[in-house]
């Protein structure tokens, strides 16, 4: 993991034990560092308006200083590695190359504060959230902007393509959030309306849903098609500061005000475990890689990872993972409610090895797990 800290540090750490890999990173922003997609460089900000790419193990500097003329908001590698977008409050995003610092195109212009640029899944597009009230597609090559400006009534907080890349996610001040078609700008479906301001909203990562974050102390799942809610609000007792989406998309954790973390059924709005609690209000929540862990950062100066509860998923999930535990210890509940073994183990493995082979993708997160195990792919 990376993190930032008030205490002008970014500071890299084993994920499992909680130990520092290497020395401190000068960092001197509020921005949360970005690994590389190889996470061997880490790409920090600083208060006097410069990003710079560093070796995560050494803290070195690689290449020149982003260099803007105000602070810097949101600083990310492009997926592969080669490239970065950093947004500032000097009305413009900028383009840069990963290993030489220097500029790659004209900037992306805006009339007010950048708060957030993101490339596209494919890296040919970049899309800016700007306190001008719009959100903007350019070439990530060149600068130029794509279609028409994706309008709010007021600001913009975040803005994110969906996994295929062909539309956009838009949060804003203006109590909505709006998904739009990436190359033309035109509105897909109806808005998703909160009562309060709207601080982030994502796809999940097969495109279907959108999670969005209010102040209006909930976040909210909707049909990405047709801006339908699905499920019940996820409702916490303060403001939502972030949501998203397990790597397998059928659960969503938020982070609040209330100072606490949760795990929420994505498709249902029901919690699943116990809230993850700090003394201080939590700023921000993520899955891990593999979606058994989460990872919070709050204002008790401390990150924390948390090894969260599994979700069944569905039914047939659920009773995979009953079989499983028959067939693997080679004892069974009879119909007696009697313990005892089993004649047939190796076959009842074998029977649970082709029922998994079958199951949907977007089967349940056991059933991801049972297929590790078995090395079934």
Known sequence: MVTASYDHTARVWAADTGKPLGPALPDQGVVSPAFSPDSRRVLTTSDDHTAQVREADTGRPVGAPLRHLSRILSAVFSPDGRRMVTASRDHTARLWAADTGKPVGSPLLHQDAVNSAVFSPDERRVVTASDDNTARVGEADTGKPI??????????????????????VTA??????????????KPVGSPLL???PVISAAFSPDGQWVVTASLDYSARVWEADTGKPVGAPL???SIVLSAAFSPDGQRVVTASGDRTARVWEAKTGKPVGAPLEHPGRVNSAVFSPD???????????TTRV??????????????LMADFAEALGGYQVNEFGSIVPLDNQVERLDDIRKRLARAPDREGTLTRVLRQFLAIR
């Open 194 to 196: 909160h009562q309060g």
């Open 147 to 168: 279609g028409v400006p994706l309008q709010h009534q007021e600001k913009v907080n975040s803005a994110a393509f969906s996994p295929d890349g062909r539309r956009v």
């Open 306 to 319: 948390w090894t969260v509860l599994l979700d069944s998923g569905s039914p047939q999930d659920a009773a």
């Open 235 to 237: 409702q916490h007792l």
């Open 172 to 185: 804003s001040d203006d109590n909505t959030a709006r998904v739009w078609v990436a190359d033309t700008g």
């Open 291 to 301: 979606g058994r862990r989460v990872v919070t950062t709050a204002e008790d100066n």
